[in-house]
């Protein structure tokens, strides 16, 4: 393989990316981009996929995906949320999760992602809004079940260190973190936003 192929190759993965984030201008402060050719093949794959995330680990790491629920409260929003199109005063539903499989090495799991989702409750059909409530499954198993039609807009990603986590996963501040945000939209509505963080080993910036 020459080098002006891989230079071609690397150009167009960059290009097709520029196209697939539809905001990646408006991301936080905190993400920086990396060279996509730092990440692995695996992990470029979990940050372009428009599907269920839980079913490409299974399917990667043959293994079955646990979905732990870290918390989950309803919140007011005291400032409008043009993500989600909600005026000040509405409510959503904030969910907190991590996505793990059992280690072979060790009595801990591998965590694969963390997920924080902005969910708008009353855009729900109620069958979906109960299963949400109760934690058992993820997201995208739990719509891809009720046979709801939707689609994923992805909006941003980058790479962050020394973010916000909960206390039981505090050890992942250490780490580099893949990092991406997307809405699901169903007739043109946004139902929820969500934002997923995979632990990444050292990438170099750039």
């Known amino acids: 393989m020459t ?5 071609n190759s690397a150009t167009f993965v960059k290009e097709r990316i520029k196209t697939v984030f539809t905001a990646q201008a408006e991301r936080p402060p905190g993400l920086v981009e990396v060279k996509l050719s730092r990440l692995t093949p695996f992990q470029r794959a979990l940050l372009v996929t428009d599907g269920t995330v839980t079913r490409f680990i299974e399917a990667y790491t043959l293994s079955p995906v646990e979905v732990t629920l870290l918390h989950q409260d309803k919140q007011i929003l005291y400032t409008a949320h043009s993500w989600l199109q909600l005026p000040i005063g509405a409510q959503i539903l904030e ?9 072979i090495d060790s009595q801990t799991p591998k965590i694969h992602a ?83 963080k995979f632990p990444l080993d050292e990438v170099a910036h750039g």
């Open 3 to 7: 080098t002006n192929h891989i230079l």
């Open 95 to 103: 969910r907190q999760v991590v996505l793990q499989t059992s280690s």
């Open 114 to 196: 963390y997920a924080i989702s902005q969910i708008v409750p009353q855009r729900l059909p109620k069958s979906i809004l109960d299963d949400v409530e109760s934690g058992i499954e993820g997201l995208g198993t739990l719509l891809k079940k009720s046979m709801m039609e939707t689609r994923r807009n992805l909006l941003w990603w980058g790479v962050e260190r020394g973010g916000k986590f909960p206390s039981s996963i505090q050890h992942l501040k250490t780490k580099s973190i893949l990092t991406r945000t997307y809405n699901v939209i169903a007739d043109k509505v946004p139902l929820m936003l969500i934002t997923e």
